[in-house]
């Protein structure tokens, strides 16, 4: 059977060891593979190359995509899901291993409703995907956002200013949660719970009456104030209706300067987060989910995604990946914020 692999959404870093994964165990069960170029466009617009042992040697440890992605989304557009129905028939393509986060695996999981053969692997740097305990793409950008965070720590405490970094995410704050508390934040800003600027304020002040007269502030891309703060997004939407988010970071630090006298730098990681090699234990999951896709293609398990349980990798269905955002236990935020201040 010939099997297509896309890569759709933001890209992220072990896209690239899940392709070699699937095609390496796909072909061990006499599977063939083409690979469509820039996500779910690819098959609308009947673009792909045959991918072989040799097209996916040497990229286990490479950021990015061979394959190119994009923020596609075939129902959007005109006869889009009959194009894509369409261009798998016309090449004989009898199944497809969609890598993606919820919008991608969402075309996916509709597809499949249509008769398609669809199989999931979840990817995201957000970690935003039900279904599953972490997607591939998380650690790596946890690991940059820490290893940022060290560093902002030495230029804070040598200036006595408070540094505002604003991490990626999403309107799930596990990014900025985990890269947070690794990295020892003094306050911790989450879309999950909405930012008391007097709390946050409050903090600082406390360190300064303690002698510390630096702190460090990580906010997600997605946090909001209290009060709604349209005025740190653009309303620009991408085909799945997504705004571009972005500026809480600056707004924060003007604030808590002008509230608190404290000198206050923000900094913006962006794209930093999702450029790059992929840490080790991203390598190893993104590893098993492209094996464990490949054997459910062959198993003719349809409709699945891989997914990680505990240590386990399991196969959960793509309508339960992708019913609901998978957000912060708060839990492990009241962990964080015993070292808050
Ligand atoms: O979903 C991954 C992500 O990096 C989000 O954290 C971020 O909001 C968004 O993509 C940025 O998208 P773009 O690459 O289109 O600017």
């Given at each position: 059977m010939k099997v297509a692999i896309l890569t759709g959404g933001g890209d992220c870093p072990g896209l690239n060891a899940v392709i070699r994964a699937v095609v390496r165990r796909g072909e061990q069960h006499g599977l063939e593979f083409t690979g469509i170029r820039e996500g779910w466009r690819g098959l609308l617009e009947n673009n792909h190359f045959r991918l072989t042992r040799e097209a996916i040697?040497?990229?286990?440890?490479?950021?990015?995509?061979?394959?190119g992605t994009s923020r596609t989304n075939?129902?959007?557009?005109?006869g889009g899901p009959e194009r894509v129905i369409q261009t798998l028939a016309e090449n004989n393509i009898g199944a497809v291993v969609a890598i993606g986060g919820e919008d991608t695996l969402g075309v996916a999981k509709r597809l499949f409703d249509r008769g398609v053969n669809v199989v999931g692997v979840p990817k995201t740097?957000?970690?935003?995907?039900?279904?599953?305990?972490y997607t591939f793409g998380f650690d790596t950008a946890v690991t940059i956002a820490t290893e940022a965070i060290d560093r902002l720590h030495t230029t804070a405490e040598a200036h006595n200013r408070a540094i505002v970094c604003e991490v990626m995410g999403r309107h799930a704050g596990h990014i900025a949660l985990h890269s947070g508390m690794a990295g020892g934040a003094d306050v911790i800003l989450i879309p999950e719970r909405p930012i008391v600027l007097d709390e946050v304020c409050q903090y600082l002040r406390t360190r300064l009456a303690r002698g510390k007269r630096f702190s460090i502030v990580v906010v997600a891309e997605g946090a909001q104030l209290q009060r709604g703060k349209?005025?740190?997004?653009?309303q620009e939407l991408d085909e799945f209706g997504h705004v571009r988010l972005g500026g809480i970071g600056a707004y924060l630090a003007k604030e808590i300067e002008r509230r608190t006298g404290i000198e206050t730098r923000a900094t913006v990681l962006g794209h930093i987060q999702r450029g790059g090699t992929p840490t080790a234990r991203d390598r190893v999951l993104a590893t098993r989910y492209g094996v464990f896709a490949a054997d459910l293609v062959k198993e003719g398990r349809f409709g699945q995604m891989a997914a990680l349980h505990g240590d386990a990798i399991v196969a959960v269905s793509l309508e339960e990946a992708t019913k609901a955002l998978h957000l912060i236990d708060p839990k492990l935020y009241e962990v964080a914020e015993v070292f808050f201040g």
């Amino acid at each position: 059977m010939k099997v297509a692999i896309l890569t759709g959404g933001g890209d992220c870093p072990g896209l690239n060891a899940v392709i070699r994964a699937v095609v390496r165990r796909g072909e061990q069960h006499g599977l063939e593979f083409t690979g469509i170029r820039e996500g779910w466009r690819g098959l609308l617009e009947n673009n792909h190359f045959r991918l072989t042992r040799e097209a996916i040697s040497g990229i286990l440890h490479v950021g990015g995509t061979i394959l190119g992605t994009s923020r596609t989304n075939p129902f959007k557009k005109e006869g889009g899901p009959e194009r894509v129905i369409q261009t798998l028939a016309e090449n004989n393509i009898g199944a497809v291993v969609a890598i993606g986060g919820e919008d991608t695996l969402g075309v996916a999981k509709r597809l499949f409703d249509r008769g398609v053969n669809v199989v999931g692997v979840p990817k995201t740097i957000d970690n935003d995907l039900s279904g599953t305990d972490y997607t591939f793409g998380f650690d790596t950008a946890v690991t940059i956002a820490t290893e940022a965070i060290d560093r902002l720590h030495t230029t804070a405490e040598a200036h006595n200013r408070a540094i505002v970094c604003e991490v990626m995410g999403r309107h799930a704050g596990h990014i900025a949660l985990h890269s947070g508390m690794a990295g020892g934040a003094d306050v911790i800003l989450i879309p999950e719970r909405p930012i008391v600027l007097d709390e946050v304020c409050q903090y600082l002040r406390t360190r300064l009456a303690r002698g510390k007269r630096f702190s460090i502030v990580v906010v997600a891309e997605g946090a909001q104030l209290q009060r709604g703060k349209d005025e740190v997004q653009t309303q620009e939407l991408d085909e799945f209706g997504h705004v571009r988010l972005g500026g809480i970071g600056a707004y924060l630090a003007k604030e808590i300067e002008r509230r608190t006298g404290i000198e206050t730098r923000a900094t913006v990681l962006g794209h930093i987060q999702r450029g790059g090699t992929p840490t080790a234990r991203d390598r190893v999951l993104a590893t098993r989910y492209g094996v464990f896709a490949a054997d459910l293609v062959k198993e003719g398990r349809f409709g699945q995604m891989a997914a990680l349980h505990g240590d386990a990798i399991v196969a959960v269905s793509l309508e339960e990946a992708t019913k609901a955002l998978h957000l912060i236990d708060p839990k492990l935020y009241e962990v964080a914020e015993v070292f808050f201040g």
